[in-house]
């Protein structure tokens, strides 16, 4: 993982190694994965208050 994002283009890429120089053997990187259970879209009018926003559950 840690050199697919090293690797990848901007502004996806991001080198892992800056914060943490022991790399993926270190004691303190890890691994979060985060499951999206609802996305909401905002837009300008709903930020405003014209307009309600959308949710997929």
Known sequence: MWELYRDAPA???YDFWSVF???PAGESPSLLRL???RLRLAEVE???G???HSVWP
Do not use: A, Q, W
């Open 35 to 37: 499951t999206p259970y």
């Open 46 to 48: 709903t930020l405003s």
């Open 21 to 23: 120089p022991d790399g």
């Open 50 to 52: 014209r307009k309600v």
């Open 11 to 13: 502004p996806l890429g």
